[in-house]
């Protein structure tokens, strides 16, 4: 079974910037994604970078998230800038579509 884990998140404030980073127990060289969860709601898509590297984002956060990969190492990335409070949720990395297994994630909070 795949493991998934997440590092990166903290606390930061409106405007700032995060690095996230996922680490796969697996080849990663396939449509990858990130998906996040606030507080009392469903877990949302955030952002894809399929396997010929093209990628892809929610609305939400379209022009301030940048996703990459090191598939050498089976990293992917999730850049974070100009981050608002309503980004802040556990965010998770998964295969595009999911997987039934998730890792635990790793919380942002976007406060002053």
């Known amino acids: 079974q795949v493991q998934l884990v997440e590092s990166g998140g903290g606390l930061v404030q409106p405007g700032g910037s995060l690095r996230l980073s996922c680490s796969v127990s697996?080849?990663?060289?396939?449509?990858m994604g990130w998906y996040r969860q606030a507080p009392g709601k469903e877990r949302e898509f955030v952002a894809r970078i399929a396997r010929n590297g093209i990628t892809m984002f929610a609305d939400s956060v379209k022009g301030r998230f940048t996703v990459s990969r090191d598939i050498a190492n089976n990293m992917m990335y999730l850049q974070m800038k100009n981050l608002k409070p309503e980004d802040t949720a556990r965010y998770y990395c998964?295969?595009?579509?999911?997987?039934?297994?998730w890792g635990q994630g790793t919380l942002v909070t976007v406060s002053s």
């Open positions: 998964n295969t595009n579509p999911p997987l039934d297994a």
């Open positions: 697996e080849n990663i060289f396939r449509d």
